[in-house]
């Protein structure tokens, strides 16, 4: 789908949310706030400005002090995968020899860029999170149209206090070199009194998203479906330090937080609670909708959320906070090594009530699959079950839908109820 | 023959290993970005962690299908108790499989010093600064955990050490230029492996008589298809071998148990632990650390010097870093009209028939061109 297509889509979406949902401000302005994001990408794209393919753990608070426009390409492909395309480019990836294991976001990824689907890059960011598949497949793309590349390395936290804190601080001097690669790449400086103005909203966002997880969505009934708890928080990473975002936080947290004093939920007759971990089967996300309605049970907990870290209120050195944010996020946490988390995690299970866990495991996926094992053998001894769902979150073909849901429904009929 | 001795000392590695454990701490390590001259300095013996072709059914019981088998493996090993004797297991995030597997080994085997290394991806100045303190780190924390002390003075001899044992191998590897090279490339692959598991300066006594053994230019490879061989862990000579039944003679290779490891010495002249944290991060990389084209130099030096005619990239099924590289390499060595296949295979050698086939198909490719 090129990104006209996209505009149309997302023009689309907003009309409908204002007509059908229209008490949702919240929704509306997530859904303007995507709008917003892909006409900026087509007008840059018309306008012949240099577009930076990033991984999506890569903060866009610098591009957006800058005012370069950037490009997620797989999480581009994940939401080509919510309108049923994109498995064309997943098979032209293999035809060019990409692994058919490779996560189906990243095989779309690199099949749509030898499609010339995509706009093309002026350069591309590439991470060490969120997985080995992004790091390859970057190298891939950034190999195939021969563009400038710089690499943003997440050295993991292993929980020892020192070892976090360098981790922090290495994060942050790359995203200086980053300025400085995007300065030589674009001929734009960075303006550092603007910087700090983004990254003074991006955390205050942020700090609203964290009041939400900890501090609302703990209460019985729940006051977020388990649905808009994901896509919520689940692809922000574009829009850290936007108005548009710091504007939506708050909207969702005075919304929830008025559900909660008003004893309010989506799903008043809750009379189950588990947790979701791993990815989501994009193409067909009324599958958690389901849960909900068959099953009267609710996801308070998930893993987009499920490891928020602190708010980060010292923004006297921004790159420092956009580090330490960046680095502190539940979905770039859930790829350091278990002994790091375990305990925040545990304690999470315990005080949002859950009484289970749905693991939607992928074969694209070692890292969430990887740290499954451990997991479930704590989750087993605190006596909160299991639930492994092969899926994939990109392509329906791998398993299909209804085999996915008849596992759930067994697993919420015969274990939780 | 020497060759046999090392095969030997290779497939009794547990045994030998046991025996090595009464004697002093043996600490295993997994990924090759661990700097092992700072276990040797703090007078432990460091072995490569690998497993043995068989079943798996304690680490089936616990990981999902998509485990790389390399790591379903070793933690099988690990999980029936083969690896009792360690006292510390070491990895470095050099991939997702491995260092998911950290996480497994630590819940279950137990081992009583565990510790995971950062790794940085890409190779720069800010990079290098890093792991440089990572690595002086490890050699903090290893040695208050086992109270020894591991000075500079040490880690020097280590490194002269394995030095000599990187020398050793990179003239082994030379006589694999010739063009009747005296050794096959999957009797190469059990010299490298035995070093995995012995002392490395009883290793490089034996590296030296097996030199002393040898005849460049006499071998049995003359007129046989000279190939390269690249891409996943391997330490299964059989399949190796199953290339060479073929008709080819693997002459060299890009692998973390072949040049990778011993190309380039480390930097004598340097501070001891800058000195290793350079050498580790900047040498010839894995498809981790970034960016390619210095492994794409690489390989093209390797394949003038060894008069390589063809070029087989071998993944293991789930490793990502080499799946998302494929296109990449396809891609440079089409380019240039090279041949090249690449094969996925399985820790343990299955689909040998398969492979057989597809191997002589590249071969008679190749031997059209040639």
């Not at chain 1, 577009?51 to 370069?68: K, T």
């Not at chain 2, 394995?162 to 999957?186: D, I, Q, V």
Request: with cysteine.
């Amino acid at each position: 789908m090129k990104i006209e297509g996209m505009v149309e889509e997302f023009r689309g979406r907003l009309e409908h949310t204002r007509k059908r949902q229209p008490y949702l401000r919240s929704k509306e302005l997530f859904t303007q706030m995507k709008l917003n994001y892909f006409e900026r990408l087509l007008r840059a794209q018309q306008e012949g400005e240099p577009i930076v393919w990033v991984v999506w753990s890569i903060p866009s608070e610098i591009f957006l002090a800058m005012d370069i426009a950037t490009f997620i390409p797989e999480q581009y492909c994940l939401q080509m995968s919510t309108v049923d395309q994109g498995l064309e480019f997943v098979d032209l990836a293999q035809a060019e020899g990409m692994a058919p294991e490779i996560c189906g976001a990243f095989l779309c990824l690199y099949g749509g860029a030898v499609a010339r689907e995509f706009v093309p890059p002026a350069a591309i960011i590439g991470s060490s999170v969120p997985c080995d598949s992004a790091l390859s497949v970057f190298a891939s793309a950034r190999n195939f149209y021969g563009c400038p590349g710089y690499e943003l390395h997440a050295a993991l936290w292993t929980g020892e206090k020192d070892r976090d804190r360098a981790s922090i601080e290495y994060y942050k001097r790359q995203l200086q070199g980053k300025i400085h690669f995007l300065e030589e790449l674009t001929g734009k400086k960075m303006d550092y009194d603007k910087l700090r103005e983004v990254v003074e909203r991006s955390m205050k966002a942020h700090s609203y998203l964290v009041r939400i997880q900890q501090e609302l969505r703990k209460a019985v009934p729940t006051p977020i479906t388990g649905r808009e708890g994901i896509a919520s928080f689940g692809i922000l990473f574009q829009f850290w330090g936007t108005q548009e975002v710091l504007e939506y936080c708050q909207t969702l947290y005075e919304e929830t937080k008025a559900r909660v004093e008003g004893g309010e939920a989506p799903l008043a007759e809750e009379e189950h609670r588990i947790c979701w971990l791993g990815a989501y089967p994009y193409y067909d996300m009324k599958l958690l909708d389901r849960i909900k309605v068959e099953h009267h049970t609710e996801i308070p907990l998930d893993f987009n959320n499920f490891l928020f870290e602190y708010p980060v209120e010292d923004t006297s050195d921004p790159l420092r906070a956009v580090a330490q944010r960046t680095l502190g996020m539940p979905a770039v946490r859930f790829v350091y090594p278990y002994s790091s988390l375990r305990h925040e995690f545990l304690t999470q299970v315990r005080e949002f009530q859950v009484e289970g866990v749905i693991y939607y495991l992928h074969f694209g996926c070692a890292n969430t699959a990887g740290i499954s094992a451990p997991m479930r053998e704590d989750l087993k001894a605190m006596g909160v079950p299991t639930l492994v769902v092969d899926g994939a979150p990109m392509d329906r073909r791998v398993v299909p839908v209804e085999e996915q849901w008849r596992k759930i429904d067994d697993f919420l009929t015969t274990v939780i109820k | 023959m020497m060759i046999e001795e090392f095969r030997e000392i290779y497939r009794k590695r547990y045994q030998h290993l046991g025996a090595e454990a009464r004697r002093r701490k043996v600490v295993g390590w997994v990924c090759t970005y661990v700097p092992q001259e700072i276990i040797y300095a703090a007078g432990m013996l460091p072995t490569r962690i690998v497993g043995t072709p068989g079943t798996t059914p304690h680490a089936d019981s616990l990981l999902y299908s998509n485990t790389c088998s390399f790591v379903r493996y070793y933690l099988e090993e690990g999980l029936k108790g083969c690896y009792g004797f360690l006292s510390g297991f070491v990895t470095a995030d050099g991939c997702m499989q491995t260092r998911r597997a950290m996480d497994t080994w630590v819940h279950q085997v137990k081992t009583p010093f565990n510790y995971f290394l950062n790794l940085p991806h890409s190779l720069s100045e800010l990079s290098l600064d890093f792991f440089k303190a990572e690595v002086a780190l490890f050699r903090d924390r290893l040695a208050e955990f086992f109270e020894v002390e591991v000075s500079d003075r040490e880690l020097r001899q280590a490194i002269e050490v394995y030095n000599r044992s990187r020398a050793l191998l990179k003239k082994l590897w030379l006589l694999r230029a010739h063009e009747a090279p005296p050794l096959t490339g999957a009797e190469a692959l059990e010299v490298f492996m035995a070093g995995t598991v012995l002392d490395r300066a009883r290793y490089n006594e034996l590296l030296e008589k097996l030199l002393e053994e040898l005849t460049p230019g006499q071998g049995s490879g003359n007129k046989r298809i000279r190939l390269l061989v690249l891409g996943s862990e391997l330490d299964d000579s059989g399949f190796i071998e199953l290339i060479e039944e073929a008709g080819a003679l693997v002459v060299t290779d890009d692998l973390c148990t072949g040049t990778r490891t011993f190309w380039e010495p480390v930097d004598t002249q340097k501070p001891p632990l800058e000195a290793l944290a350079e050498h580790y991060l900047s040498r010839v990389a894995c498809p981790r650390v970034l960016p390619e084209e210095r492994r794409l130099a690489f390989l093209e030096e390797l394949i003038a010097l060894f008069q390589v005619k063809g070029v087989i990239y071998q993944r293991l099924k789930w490793c990502h870093l080499h799946g998302g590289m494929l296109p990449l390499f396809r891609r440079h060595f089409e380019e240039k009209g090279f041949p090249f296949l690449a094969v996925e295979r399985d820790y343990a050698l299955t689909s040998a028939g398969q492979l057989r086939t597809r191997v002589e198909a590249f071969l008679e490719g190749i031997a059209w061109v040639v």
